[in-house]
């Protein structure tokens, strides 16, 4: 089981930000996705969470495609955007029961929700929540089905440093298990406490 990226191409308009990106990441590796503001990290990102259809090249996890939005393989992924962006009207149990129900699997165990930081807040609207609490409701939504993928863009913003604590943990533990992460952050002390594989976004290009 790896996850496979092979020239993998994105263009905005008559820029190219993805040009013929590869990268492979086996099982129990966690990957931080490191470069400078605007090349592209967030777009692969988004191309390998299938939230954005790429121009060319594939994504596989385990030989199966990602991309597409009813590509099955998605349900073994978990994404939370940079952002921690998710529907303002649900109240955050509607979004986990949004979640398992795409993805035919059960809601997260209360030791989870607590775990995670996001029991206290499952009743009220993820549109009222601060920036972390969104992280966590959005990190608890990403868990749903115990994913083999997870794909976390700037994890740590709006985290206090006992949930960044709590998150380099879980993906740990992850790894342990023969999960695999691939993880966009501009914070080198959490990349080196999750003991995480540094890869470059360079030109458009994985480097690493």
């Known amino acids: 089981m790896s996850l496979d990226l092979d020239g993998v191409r994105k263009r905005f308009g008559g820029r190219e930000v993805l040009r013929g990106a590869a990268l492979r990441a086996d099982p129990g590796t966690?990957?931080?996705?490191?470069?400078s503001n605007g090349v592209g990290k967030s777009t692969l990102l988004g191309v390998v969470a299938g939230i954005l259809e790429p121009d060319a090249g594939t994504v596989t996890l385990d030989g199966a495609s990602l991309l597409g939005r009813n590509a099955p393989a998605r349900k073994r992924l978990g994404y939370v955007p940079e952002s921690a962006a998710a529907p303002p009207h649900l109240a955050v149990r509607e979004l986990l029961a949004l979640v398992a129900a795409l993805k035919h699997a059960?809601?997260?165990?209360?030791d989870l929700l607590e775990r995670v930081g996001a029991r206290a807040t499952l009743d009220q609207l993820v549109g009222s929540l601060s920036l972390g609490q969104r992280r966590r409701a959005c990190l608890a939504a990403a868990l749903v089905g115990d994913p083999t993928l997870l794909v976390l863009d700037e994890p740590t913003n709006g985290l206090d440093p006992a949930g960044m604590t709590m998150l380099a943990e879980l993906l740990r533990e992850h790894a342990a298990r023969g999960g695999i992460a691939l993880v966009a952050t501009h914070d080198l002390s959490f990349t080196e406490a999750i003991a995480a594989r540094s890869v470059h976004l360079v030109g458009g290009c994985v480097e690493g």
């Open 106 to 110: 059960a809601l997260p165990a209360d």
């Open 30 to 35: 966690l990957c931080a996705l490191v470069g």
